[in-house]
């Protein structure tokens, strides 16, 4: 009996320091990808400020096929959003604020408590697009619990985003091949010619006038 409360008294000092010292633990991450896709800047910005276009290169799709999203009226730009939900997490995810061809920064919310953001930065390059994907916060004393055991978050949460910029740029070089797209920027037409033809005619014969005219 005196052997048992040893090893209670013995786990619960463990509990008590394992608890501590995840407790005292910095909290806070910045993991990030970076990639070039060979594609105009506006198209990239476009594919994926585009909640709709997710489910062709978000990564979490490929491990897990039960996943399920819902899209509300606005799927792009700010105020944009979705819900998804899954055997492996639950969440959703908005847009907060964006500068066009630049950056997005969302807010993501996975129910455990803290809302981590999502950002994305895009840059020219002579070959194509650069594209971060990143994302920042401070984990809770559950989450980084659940990191410890995991290995960490950067070694799970890089491969994934690695993972989906090359999905990404995938799947917007396959749209290219199917569109012809040419970026022009903003292009200034003259004046035209136009065509046209001016009669008269009382109420009474106005559709036999009509017809008269349209058949020229």
């Given amino acids: 009996m005196r052997f048992l409360k040893y090893i209670f008294f013995l786990l619960l000092i463990i509990i008590i320091g394992v608890s501590i010292y995840i407790a005292t633990l910095d909290g806070s991450y910045n993991v990030k990808q970076s990639k070039i896709i060979k594609a105009p800047i506006e198209v990239v910005f476009n594919v994926v400020n585009d909640y709709k276009s997710w489910e062709n290169w978000d990564p979490w799709y490929e491990i897990d096929s039960t996943i399920v999203a819902s899209f509300p009226k606005i799927t792009s730009g700010v105020g944009a959003s979705y819900t998804w ?3 492996n997490s639950n969440g959703t995810i ?3 604020s964006l500068i066009p061809n630049k950056e997005i920064i969302q807010q993501i919310d996975f129910g455990t408590g803290s809302t981590p953001e999502v950002y994305w930065k895009f840059s020219s390059r002579n070959n194509g697009t650069e594209i971060t994907w990143g994302m920042k916060g401070k984990s809770n004393f559950m989450e980084k619990l659940h990191w410890i055991t995991q290995g960490g978050i950067e070694k799970n949460m890089e ?20 569109h012809s797209i040419e970026i022009k920027g903003v292009v200034d037409y003259g004046g035209g010619y136009y065509l046209y033809q001016t009669t008269s005619s009382k109420i009474n014969d106005f559709a036999i006038k009509k017809e008269k005219m349209l058949a020229i």
């Fill in 85 to 87: 939900s899954g055997a």
């Fill in 94 to 96: 908005k847009t907060l």
């Fill in 159 to 178: 491969p994934m985003y690695k993972r989906g910029l090359d999905l990404l740029n995938n799947y917007i070089l396959k749209e290219l091949e199917k």
